[in-house]
């Protein structure tokens, strides 16, 4: 399974940006997907995640409202819309593909596969 993000970079806070995830190597819409990401001196958190019908769809309590995850099962990508920006949400974000249909919340657990990151920085 290959993983590769795109769309990460500068931005002034209160800004968007949309990153997006294309896969390959799997059979994308039997698979769950989402979004994590690293501050400098943190740990791996959960951003977003969605299910493999798009019908069910989590977020981080941090970013509910200004972030927005979608996927596009034709084009076998994983999309994050991210609005309002603030300074906090400068990170490395990584994409994932469950290893099922399901995602959840607030867990890495469901993770199979680990995209490269990509580096958004959100300038004050």
Not at 48 to 69: E, L, N, P, Q
Request: proline share 2%; net charge positive; charged share 15%.
């Amino acid at each position: 399974v290959q993983l590769q993000a795109y769309g990460g970079g500068l931005v002034q806070a209160g800004g968007s940006l949309g990153l997006s995830c294309a896969a390959s190597g799997l059979t994308f819409s039997n698979y769950g997907m989402g979004w994590f990401r690293q501050a400098p001196g943190k740990e791996r958190e959960f951003v977003a995640a969605i299910s493999w019908s798009a019908r069910s769809t989590y977020y981080a309590d941090s970013v509910k409202g200004r972030f927005t995850v979608r996927r596009d099962n034709a084009k076998n990508t994983v999309y994050l819309q991210m609005n309002s920006l603030k300074s906090e949400d400068t990170a490395v974000y990584y994409c994932a593909a469950a290893a099922t249909r399901t995602v959840a919340p607030d867990t890495a657990s469901w993770v199979k596969s680990w995209g490269q990151g990509t580096l958004v920085t959100v300038s004050s």
